[in-house]
């Protein structure tokens, strides 16, 4: 019985090496090709900021900032100048293409691009967009999070409801939701509509 195991043990530990080296040459190929697939993105919003902006790239800092279960396909970044932390942008790069906060009519070339009423069906993906696009920054959106956090300083708004989206059989589509600065508190309704050709109406 101990001669069994023993020999089993060698013959694991031969195939060990073996193993070992396939993880690594594979894992290896994975995550290049991963690597590879940030710095072409990345390289795409320098190069848009130094075409748009004004910014080289040694004077600015670029982020990856795509979150988990982001849109397919698509890659978020946040690029500030080195100097200046109050001048930055958003971007979102999808197929070799850099759309940027900074730059107006990029969320409706996104839209179309991408085909995001079609794709989509999540009103938080909508407002995903809208904080990236449009929204000020120093505002909070009141979701359906943010309502579970906050119930105490809500219970004088009444009127405060979860952000609710209708899509229409045209293609075009309703956003409705309340923000709040960071301070004070104060609710305040929005109204965001996408029409059949992408074009985007937002305010209060």
């Known amino acids: 019985m101990k001669k069994a195991f023993s020999a089993f043990r060698e013959i694991n530990m031969l195939h060990l090496p073996l193993a070992i080296l396939f993880l690594i040459v594979f894992g290896g190929c994975q995550m290049q090709e ?6 072409a993105a990345q390289k795409i919003v320098l190069e848009h900021a130094a075409k748009n902006y004004s910014l080289p790239p040694a004077d600015v800092k670029v982020s990856d900032v795509t979150p988990k279960n982001f849109f397919p396909e698509v890659k978020r970044y946040y690029l500030e100048q080195n100097k200046s932390q109050h001048l930055n942008y958003n971007y979102l790069v999808y197929k ?5 906060s900074g730059i107006d009519g990029d969320l409706r070339r996104f839209l179309k691009d991408y085909d995001f009423v079609r794709k989509t069906g999540d009103v938080d993906e909508y407002l995903t967009l809208l904080r990236i696009f449009s929204l000020p920054k120093n505002i909070n959106v009141i979701d359906a999070e943010y309502i579970g956090n906050h119930q105490k300083e809500l219970q004088s708004y009444a009127q405060v409801q979860p952000p609710k989206l209708v899509k229409n059989n045209d293609g075009s ?3 409705s939701f309340y923000t709040t600065p960071v301070v004070p508190f104060r609710p305040e309704k929005w109204t965001a509509k996408i029409n059949s050709n992408s074009e985007v109406q937002i305010g209060k």
């Open 96 to 100: 070799n293409q850099a759309y940027s």
């Open 173 to 175: 589509a309703e956003i």
């Open 34 to 39: 991963t690597t590879a697939q940030t710095d």
